[in-house]
């Protein structure tokens, strides 16, 4: 028997990984602070409960595989409200995006045919394209110019005879950043010139700090119908990432048919969970407005602690919920496992995502770590307190540092 050339490309997911150092460590009596998972913690608005509560059908049935005609409905109507017209046959509704990223490789990829994706990026992406036999060119990136990406000459120095898509992530995780209007053109314009697929995921969406940015959607630019699909999702939007509900969102009929068979292959997506995301995409405008608000406080908090940390690179996100930082340590991986094993203040300690693994260049991302602001204004105040008198502790007992003063 053998496991597959793809299977074995994938790596186990690197958010997950110290979950058992976890548990050993909340076996001990330590309190953690996770700053590791893109979890929000906001309250998911009560009429998806409601809208559960109501199901009453006798049957729990199937429902028709590109998705509830309800939920459909009203995923065209909040686009409609973003300025962007929809046929109901441009939608089909997944298991949360990541389905939605999955079927979009299958559908697109060949084996050893490219995608371009600016690094550091999600790392279940490496997952969704290595299952497809693809490959990722990593565009580069780097901490002292805030991770940004957009560059033409840059972009284009990556395309050939094999690539088939430019991947990007707006608002991006892990790194906060957001594409201008102009950006978002050049790289629209760099799809269509070069016959390319453009993969938008736009799950954190809603997540813009400057209001300058308003709700950018790259479905605005009506010239890349043909190359243009949109990852969505309702997990980061509404608080809701148990729903698992999202869709690919794409006017391309031959992608659609494509993306159909797998999602007839699949059968359908949980019934009752597009039930209650449907009620979901009836809440309150000012949903959005508090969410916003509240995680840009956070994100104030964050880089306002971590820039008082000595050494810590960090350029202010702009858009979704994490921090991409460099630490003065030599390696974070390492680092979190110690903060898990060996160290503790006053019975505290944090976790956060070792940032190599958001890379594809080997060597590249060591002394980085992706902070998710996902805790209250007084839970991170107090975790970046515990990292940074982790890091000095880290500095001198392990790397031996002896330049900072140390509290054992
Ligand atoms: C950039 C990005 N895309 C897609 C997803 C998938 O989310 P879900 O499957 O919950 O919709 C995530 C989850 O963290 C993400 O960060």
Known sequence: MQISINANRCEPSPMRKFHPYAVAAEAQGKKIYHLNIGQPD??????????????????????????????????????????????????????????????????ILDPYTE???????????????????????????????????????????????????????????????VLSHEEMRMIADIAK??????????????FCYDDKFGVPTMAHFRDIDENLVIIDSVSKRFSACG????????????????????????????????IGATALYDVDHE??????????????TVVSKLRQIPGVVVEEPMGA???MASLPVDDTDKFQYWLLE????????????????????????????????????ADLERAMDVLAKGIALYQHQVM?????SVEA
């Open 42 to 107: 906001l309250p998911t608005p009560p009429a998806y409960y409601e809208a559960i509560r109501n199901f009453d059908e006798k049957t729990l049935a199937y429902d028709a595989s590109p998705g509830n005609a309800g939920l459909i409905k009203a995923v065209q109507k909040y686009y409609k409200k973003l300025n962007v017209s929809l046929d109901p046959q441009d939608i089909l509704i997944t298991t949360g995006g990541s389905e939605a990223l999955l079927l979009t490789c299958l559908s």
């Open 321 to 323: 919920f994490y921090v």
């Open 400 to 404: 031996k540092v002896k330049s900072h």
């Open 342 to 377: 060996q160290f503790s203040d006053r019975g505290d300690t944090v976790m956060f995502a070792p940032g190599a693994p958001f890379y594809e260049t080997p060597g590249k991302g060591l002394n980085e770590v992706r902070i998710a602001y996902v805790l209250n204004q």
């Open 193 to 206: 010139e070069h016959d390319l697929f453009l993969i938008c995921d736009e799950v954190y969406r809603e």
């Open 243 to 274: 729903a698992r509900i999202g869709c690919v969102v794409t006017r391309n009929k031959e992608l659609q048919s494509a993306l159909l068979k797998f999602c007839q292959s699949r059968l359908s997506v949980a019934t009752i969970d597009q």
């Open 115 to 177: 995608v371009i994706i600016p690094e550091p990026y999600y790392p279940n992406y490496t997952t969704f394209v290595h299952a497809a036999g693809g490959v990722i060119r990593a565009l580069p990136t780097n901490p002292w110019e805030g991770y940004r990406y957009a560059s033409r000459e840059r972009i284009e120095s990556l395309i050939t005879k094999n690539t088939r898509a430019i991947m990007i992530t707006n608002p991006g995780n892990p790194t906060g950043v």
């Open 287 to 300: 949903f959005f407005q508090i969410a916003k608000d509240e995680y840009r406080r956070r994100r104030d």
